[in-house]
Structure formats: C-alpha cells, structure tokens
Nanobody
Framework: VQLQASGGGLVQAGGSLRLSCTTS????????MAWFRQAPGKEREFVSA????????HYADSVKGRFTISRDTAKNTVYLQMNSLKPDDTAVYYC?????????????????????WGQGTLVTVSS
C-alpha cells in the first residue's frame, strides 16, 4: 500500500482547505486511515482518523468541530476537510494507514501504530 497526500497550501486564518490521501491496494475499506501533523520543533500529533471497516471517526480536541474526515471507497481516498483554520494549524500534514488491519481503538492516536505513511503536505495558515 502506498499513500499519496495532496491539497496543502497557504490560506488565511478562517479559511478552508481539503486534504486528500489516495491509496493503492484493494483493501481500502478494511484500513484505518488517519491524519497526523507536525509543526516545526514539535512532535507529530494525531489529528483525525476513520476506523477500519466502519464510518467511525475520531478527532483531536483541538480540531473537533472544525475538521471533518471522510472516506470514499470508490476512489480509495480519504479526505480531511479543514474549516475555520487557525495559525496554530500550520504544520506538515501526513496521512497514515494501518495496512495490517488490526488497529485497536486504544492505539488510534499513537503514530507508532501505523505502518504506512504518505509524504506529507504543508498547510500554512497566515494571521
């Protein structure tokens, strides 16, 4: 499985962006797909995930109510719609997948639980 992320860019505070992550492989619906982000000088942090085999979605408190994750199985793509962006959202955003299909909920927010990562896409929010 390979992941290809896109959609980053420069946006003013209050604006919106939609990130996309397209996967190869034929077991997309069985995968847990997640978005993480890493700002300069900070650790990689969980943003959002859609759990394997379901439409169950999960969010970091910092983005809840502003970001929406969704999955399009026909296109093997997961999206992250980001609204009401803030300068604190500035980071490189990475999509990740658990290709083993064995993710458990208690590990969902742990980056080490994911074995496949996209290349990252930069989101810059200006004030």
């Amino acid at each position: 499985v390979q992941l290809q992320a896109s959609g980053g860019g420069l946006v003013q505070a209050g604006g919106s962006l939609r990130l996309s992550c397209t996967t190869s492989g034929r077991t997309f619906s069985r995968l847990t797909m997640a978005w993480f982000r890493q700002a300069p000088g900070k650790e990689r942090e969980f943003v959002s995930a859609v759990f394997r085999g379901s439409s169950s979605t999960h969010y970091a408190d910092s983005v809840k109510g502003r970001f929406t994750i969704s999955r399009d199985t026909a296109k093997n793509t997961v999206y992250l719609q980001m609204n009401s962006l803030k300068p604190d959202d500035t980071a490189v955003y990475y999509c990740a997948s658990d290709t083993g299909g064995r993710m458990i909920l208690s590990s969902l927010r742990n980056p080490t639980a994911y074995d496949t990562w996209g290349q990252g896409t930069l989101v810059t929010v200006s004030s």
